[in-house]
């Protein structure tokens, strides 16, 4: 405790307060033996006035001999103040250190949520350059693994846009670098020279550097990089507090980039998948028009359940054949067994005329495999005599294929037969039609005939609409059937979920073209 009067002279110092003030003897002004913060506190509570002091209640904060102190006035009735000063030194660190933690606690939350929230490594790459230099550095490199000598660099400075670039450099020359790219501990930044890094390392608006923090970007199992911070000559060097802080965030910078590139790898392969699971676009084979379309369900992307193929004949006046088929369920799953039935179904072309023969060993190789998933499946066999398709059709489970006439007329194809891959012996029918110039045949999977929709968005679209708009199709070459049937099909849905939808159309071209006479008369059609 230490007691000045209104004068701002000393009045009695405790033996608690000596020690910090030794020379406030009594008489001594306050301003000759307290520090300024003190002096001017005691001066402003005097300037009050005696009767407006006591109701203040002021204190006052500020550092004695590297201590912090509070010092709360007390005003004594012959107009001297008591000052009372506490200690609170600890407290404050305390403060400091909780707020310094929250900080970096919110930091990291949000890198997490920034790097985490993007799967594309470049933008990943940037974001953690970006953070780095603005929190933990003056200047900040995101390296990924390299490529033989090549590494790709991220490099960013405080309030700079982050930098691509590709350098050849040997990792193991950079002190700390090779060991990162491998995953190893990190070396710590006061054993690295910071006049030995090379001049790719240091962006050229940073000048010198004084401090080199380098150290490892974890990934899922294998490295995903490294991070390298650099502080200026004029700063600060790094505590060992900060190199610890720097590993928890390179830990997510790390996770972020390491999911990007899973994500790169995965959607690569998915990419490779499907193309060779994705329909074939379809054209005219040996005099018959084929066209076709597919659309997966609402909820996977791109690939399903639902197929179609095309094997044109071997010989001219062979047939070619169309197989269309929708496996059970929808997905990557569905679409792995819809590539195997798809080859399985392509070394059994040489029983191309037995449709019978072909399904009853497809269901066989389906028993016998671990896929406990079952297919319906359509085949057709289409071949050109003279100016009609003649055709054979074959059912294992699947809507029956409709016949469009000329004239309108829908006919349904009288094939029946039971699923693929349900039971072990199948039984199915195969009939025969023949297509005259116009006509056309549609195969189908249910994904169009079970599509909810309509006014209250809960009616199928059904067999009986999908006829009559069949029935409105009728001279229209294949692709425009397709496009009709999956227009009005895509409007029904109204933009809701759907299953997988496919169509395949067989047509037999018209022998009529347009033709003029001298180029001056009307345009007439001629066989």
């Known amino acids: 405790m230490l007691i000045a009067d209104a004068r701002g002279a000393v009045v009695r110092c405790n033996d608690a307060a000596e020690p910090l003030l030794p020379a406030a003897a009594p008489g001594t002004p306050l301003a000759d033996v307290a520090p300024d913060w003190l002096r001017d506190a005691h001066a402003e509570l005097c300037s009050l006035g005696p009767h407006a002091a006591p109701a203040t209640g002021r204190s ?28 609170d030194t600890d407290l404050q660190l305390v403060r400091t250190a909780l707020r310094r933690e929250r900080e970096r606690s919110a930091f990291l939350a949000k890198a997490s949520t920034v790097l985490l929230s993007s799967l594309n490594l470049e933008r990943c790459m940037d974001a953690a350059a970006r953070m780095a230099a603005e929190s933990l550095a003056d200047a900040a490199l995101v390296i990924a693994p390299a490529r033989g000598r090549r590494l790709p660099v991220v490099t960013c400075v405080r309030g700079g846009e982050p930098e691509t670039t590709t350098v050849t450099v040997v990792p193991d020359s950079v002190p700390g670098l090779g060991e990162a790219l491998r995953g190893f501990p990190p070396v710590p930044s006061r054993w690295i020279d910071p006049g ?13 550097v004084g401090s080199i923090v380098i150290t490892p970007l974890p990934g899922h199992g294998v490295p995903a990089g490294a991070l390298i911070l650099l502080r200026k000559a004029e700063g600060s060097v790094f505590s060992e507090e900060e190199e610890i802080f720097a590993r928890l965030f390179a830990a997510r910078a790390g996770a972020g980039m390491s999911a990007a590139r899973l994500y790169a790898e995965q959607s690569s392969i998915s990419d490779l998948l499907m193309r060779e699971l994705l329909p074939p676009p379809l054209h005219r084979i040996s005099g018959v028009d084929f066209a076709g379309g597919y659309r997966p369900s609402a909820d996977h992307e791109r690939i399903g359940g639902d197929f179609y193929d095309v094997h044109p004949a ?38 191309a005329d037995d449709h019978q023969r072909m399904l009853g060993l497809l269901n066989t190789s389906m028993l016998s495999s671990h896929h406990t998933r079952f297919a319906t499946m359509v085949l057709a066999s289409a071949v050109r005599r003279g100016s009609s398709v003649e055709l054979k059709l074959t059912s294992g489970g699947h809507p029956s294929p409709l016949i469009v006439r000329t004239d309108g007329t829908v006919e349904v194809a009288a094939t029946q037969g039971t699923l693929i891959g349900a039971i072990p012996t199948i039984a199915c029918t195969t009939v025969t039609a023949s297509l005259a ?62 299953d997988d939808m496919a169509v395949v159309v067989i047509s037999a071209p018209r022998t009529h073209h347009l033709s003029a006479v001298n180029g001056h008369t009307r345009g007439r059609f001629t066989a």
């Open 314 to 351: 071997a010989d001219e006046g062979d047939a070619s054949l169309v197989l269309l088929g929708d496996v059970c369920g929808k997905g990557l799953e569905a679409a792995v067994l819809t590539g195997r039935i798809r080859n399985t179904l392509h070394a059994l072309l040489p029983l």
């Open 437 to 498: 110039p116009g006509e056309s045949c549609v195969l189908y999977t249910d994904g169009i005939t079970e599509a909810k929709g309509g006014p209250m968005g809960d009616e199928l679209f059904g067999e009986e609409r999908l006829r009559r708009a069949l029935a409105g199709c009728a001279g229209m070459p294949a692709e425009g059937v397709v496009e009709h049937v999956q227009m009005l099909a895509g409007q029904w849905l109204g933009g809701r979920p759907h």
């Open 60 to 87: 006052a904060a500020g550092d004695i001999d590297g201590r912090h102190f509070e010092a709360h006035p007390t005003v004594r009735d012959d107009g001297s103040v008591a000052w009372w000063l506490v200690d």
């Open 196 to 208: 030995a890094a090379p001049a790719w390392m240091v962006p050229e608006s940073m000048g010198p």
